[in-house]
Each structure stands twice: as structure tokens, then as C-alpha cells.
């Protein structure tokens, strides 16, 4: 496998006027890795994919793409890429064969190399039975398949997906992962994804948090949840933060986070002191404890400005 980086950013930036989308992303993706943007709306995601996919020019740093520099070589570095956006870009009016023979043709592939692209796309994804409907008779969860298995004709090197899961039952999102994995392991494809399903994060290589166009955070899941904590603690009523300064007297604290109804807390391992000291305490209205997830670490790592007791 190449050495190259499959991304490799520096400063990477865009304005829109006078608001500032991407601040300035730096990071590296190496060949073959999993890697997800996360963040809300408006963190900067789609602008960054935008950028590395060539639509958008950087307004600040740089950005390769398996070594080409997206605003110097958009040619070279479109070769290498799938991208699958937000809003699906299949014609209704041609069936799902047609939409992908013309997306083959597209990306430089002809004759019998174009049909035989598309017969074996159609067999990975499962799309045999939809294969001569019209693209505007399916579903929004078999569209967003189509749109998939557009992408991945070519057998690019990079795929740059954007909310690729946003509106599709699970059953079809469990399809666009199964796709998305055979393209790692049979193809060695790279995959930059965003998501609101922070689950479907979990198992990547890296994850990136943006907030309000800047890096938060960047590492594993895990280190990311080891960060918050092992187990979050959800406490509520007026003894709250009675407790919660408690906790942090024994040690037992990593993260806090006030809510609308009390505090988020990211503990350590020891649970059974944790719920030793709530059950004295007055004024608990409210406690839960579970596993960190993904998701709680995004919550209190976007929310720095809202962070207590850290």
C-alpha cells in the first residue's frame, strides 16, 4: 500500500462573506482508513468535503489528494474520487441500469468495460430486481443504494460521503455500510464520511468533531469516550450539583456538563462509589448510569463553552 496519505490537509479553510465554514483543518487519512466528520449543522463538514472533492476552492491552506493538490490538479485528484452528496444525483426518468451505464461512460469507461462495471455493481449492491425500473418508481433508501453503487463504478481510491444514511431505515443503512466495507477490504478504498448517526462512527479508524468550523477533537472512538469518561452519570433534581462537587472531591470525575435539568458527568471506573454517594445524597430527583458513547463525548466536546468542572 502507498505511503501517500489518501488526504492530507494543512490550515484548510473556507469563508462564505463574513462567515468563517472551516476555520482550518489539518489532518491526514491514510490509505484504506475509515475516517468521519462529525459535527452539527453547520460545523463545517459538507464545506470541507466540498473542498477535498474539488467544488469548493480553499480560501486558505492546502489540500492533497493522494498527493494532488486539489486546486492546482482538480483533474488528477477527481480520478481518484466517489462522492456521494446529501441530495441524490440520479435521474428519475431513466431506469437504474441506464443511470449507471451513463455515470460508467462518465468517469471514462466504455463498450463491453462500461456494461460489465455496471452488471457486477448492480449483483454487489443487490440491485438485480431494480435494475430496469424507472429511478423516480424506487424508494429513497434504493435510491440512495444507486447513488452508492454510482460512486464505487469506477473503483475510486477515496470516497467522500455526505450524510450517506440521512432519511434510510436501518435495514437499507445496514446495506450502504455492507457495500462501503466489501470497497475497503476487496478494494482498498478510502472512506471520508459524515454523519448524524454518531453510532455508525464507531467503528472508523478516526473520528473528527467540528464545531462551529473548527477541529474539536480527532482520535478513536474509544479514546474519544475514554476522554469523557468510562461510564456517564445523567443527574437531576436540586441536590445536583451538591453531588456532583462530591464526586469531584473523591476523584472520581472526568467531564461535567450542566444540562436544562442538572448534569451530564463522564466517572471512572468506580460505579458502585458513584451510586454509594448518590443514594446519601438529598435532592436527587433523577440518576442514570451507562457506558459512554460516542455521542455523549461529541456532546460535551462541541459544547466547550458549556463545560463545568472540567
Known sequence: MSSTPAIDTEGLGRDYGRVRALEGLTFQVAPGGLVGLLGPNGAGKTTAMLLLA????PGRGTARVFGHDVAREPRA????????????SIDGLLTVRENLLFAARLAGLGGSSARSAVDEAIARAGLGEKAASPARHLSGGWRRLVDITRATLHRPSLLILDEPTVGLDPEHRES??????AQRRDLGTTVLFSTHYLEEAEPADRAVLLSRGRVVADSTPAALRASVGHYLAEIEGPGAERLVRALRGLGTTVTAVRTERGFRVGVSDQRDALMELAAASPGIDRLAIRPTTL????FVLTQGDE????
Open 307 to 310: 463545560t463545568w468542572a472540567r
Open 176 to 181: 450502504l455500510w455492507n457495500i462501503l466495507a
Open 54 to 57: 474539488t467544488l469548493l476552492a
Open 77 to 88: 485528484v477527481r480520478h481518484r474520487l466517489g462522492l456521494v452528496f446529501q441530495e441524490t
Open 295 to 298: 455521542e455523549d463525548a461529541y
